[in-house]
């Protein structure tokens, strides 16, 4: 078995039942529909293209990766069998399995791989996933079985990648058709799509693990009301409802007919603070509005307790992360002494944006609000739609909220966000430091378990000195699960895991 990517292993391990718990549940069972709920319209159906959490959902169920991250964020091989790497770490070669057919019925080969891959890296192309290839500098195939990858710097935890969101396997002859008919090797194939209304997947029975899946299908139903997804739920019109508002986990402790099934991850949300934008272009005014924040209480009064804090993108969970850095309480004098050295003895005016449809990104800005004026931040929150959120907000603003999902690795969580060069570093804070692109730089080349461990906890020290903005959390993910719904686990990757799910009567 691999190493953990993101290890929360220790973490995930309290949240699977025991074979010993599952001892008297039903045997599995062939057939049935499961219906889950989702809170927002699908925008994209290309793997390649998708940026929100339901849009991971659906890629999860219809498409393979070359390797997939298990619940327990271990790496196994999925539609790679193998992967052998060269001493220098820079030549990657991936052994594809030879029983894999699209649902199209035509054979999975290199030269798909190779086509998706292509695409992926192409900046025309669009996809987030490319900020996970950056080291690549070329893709080839060897033989009908057989790709190898070359590196532009030696990279240890390569595999690890391919089992993110976007860097699904698409067939090199229906690429033009992703968005309308997209076509995978997933457990489920997507039988229709009535935009803001449902998606319906069926049993791909051709799929290459045997005996899987055992549903005969999936409805993903567009619910956008909080309340409409908890009464369908209670009714039992689905069966899931994916991503159960944390507020109304209470409401579930001793129900007969729904159970709460969650999992730590190391999504977060923060405020991205704009470093080469007055005032936060000063490391004093980010320090002073640092100083304000009590992070233990924003997991209570954003997520309900359905979470823990932490310093950056590394989780409480992950055995990188550094315990004795601690949370001192708030401090307002001195971020009233920072900000009068800054040059702000009488506090400073600030707007901070927010999305409006993310009620809980909303409730993170509300709290930030009033915890930093006692130090003379006054702050005007401004509702944003999630629809101009980027092009309007993100990256040019001086400071405004924002949240991640827990991407597969440690390297991907934090290197494209706070190197000097990273792709979305530059569309959020513009950090830079020499230390923290050292350190990332040489995490990338470091096999070694304990030197990495030491390498990521000085970073997190860097972190919480500079503060390039505020990661308030790392979240659970939460679902409401009938307990009709047999051998469902939500997974810190957040996308629904069915293939080996069944239905009791």
């Known amino acids: 078995m691999r190493r953990p990517s993101i290890a929360l292993a220790a973490a995930v391990a309290l949240a699977v039942p025991s074979l010993a718990q599952n001892a008297g549940a039903q045997q599995p069972v062939q057939g049935g529909t499961l219906k889950a709920a989702l809170g927002t319209t699908l925008a994209q159906l290309d793997p390649a293209l998708s940026t929100i959490g339901d849009e991971y959902v659906y ?22 069998e193998s992967w052998t790497a060269s001493d220098d770490l820079k030549t ?9 057919t699209f649902q199209s019925g035509r054979k999975l080969d290199a030269e798909d791989v190779v086509a998706t891959m292509t695409r992926i890296l192409d900046p025309k192309t669009g996809s987030r996933g490319r900020s996970s290839l950056e080291m690549v500098s070329n893709v080839a195939t060897v033989d009908p079985r ?8 030696p990279y240890a935890g390569f595999p690890d990648i391919f089992g993110d969101r976007q860097l699904r396997i698409v067939p090199r002859d229906r690429i033009g058709e992703l968005s309308t008919a997209p076509i995978g090797t997933g ?5 229709s799509w009535s935009p803001g209304d449902r998606l319906e997947l069926v049993k791909n029975p051709n799929y290459f693990e045997r005996g899987l899946p055992r549903l005969d299908g999936v409805q993903l139903r567009i619910i956008p ?16 409802l994916w991503g159960l508002p944390y507020e109304s986990v209470d409401k579930y402790k001793n129900s007969a007919t729904v159970r709460i099934d969650s999992v730590p991850t190391a999504t977060w949300d923060g405020v ?3 470093n080469i934008i007055k005032p936060f272009d000063d490391v004093r005014v980010r320090q002073a509005l640092a100083a304000t924040i009590d992070k233990d209480a924003l997991v209570e009064i954003v997520l309900f307790g359905q979470g823990a804090p932490t310093h ?32 702000y003895p009488n506090g400073l005016d600030l707007t901070l944006q927010v999305p409006e449809e993310r009620e809980q990104r909303v409730r993170l800005g509300v709290a930030v609000r009033d915890m930093a004026k006692a130090a003379g ?9 999630l629809a101009s959120y980027t092009a309007n907000v993100s990256g040019k603003q001086p400071m405004y909220v924002d949240g991640y999902f827990a991407r597969p690795t440690i390297d991907t969580s934090i290197y494209p966000f706070f190197h000097s060069n990273g792709s979305w570093n530059g569309q959020l804070w513009h950090y830079r430091n020499a230390r923290v692109d050292e350190l990332l730089d040489l995490a990338r080349h470091t096999n070694d378990e304990a030197r990495r461990t030491d390498i990521f906890r000085e970073y997190q020290a860097i972190m919480d000195q500079t503060v390039p903005g505020i990661i308030a959390y790392a979240a659970l993910h939460v679902n409401g699960v009938r307990k009709t719904v047999q051998n469902f686990h939500s997974t810190p990757m957040q996308w629904l895991e069915l293939k080996d799910v069944w239905m009791s009567n």
């Open 272 to 274: 991205v603070l704009n």
């Open 59 to 80: 890629v999860h169920l219809v498409f393979n990766g070359l390797t997939r991250i298990d619940r327990d964020m271990t790496v196994k091989p999925d539609l790679a």
């Open 146 to 153: 057989t790709v190898r990858f070359t590196l532009n710097i």
């Open 312 to 343: 950056s993108p590394i989780p409480p969970s992950h055995p990188y992360y550094d315990s004795k850095l601690g949370y001192p309480a708030p401090d307002i004098a001195r971020a009233r002494r920072l900000l009068a050295e800054a040059g």
């Open 377 to 385: 931040f006054r702050i005007s929150i401004e509702r944003v739609p």
């Open 92 to 100: 990657w070669t991936f052994r594809l399995r030879d029983d894999v």
């Open 187 to 191: 457990p489920f194939i997507m039988r």
């Open 225 to 240: 009301e909080a309340a409409a997804r908890l009464a369908a739920l209670d009714s039992g019109a689905i069966d899931i």
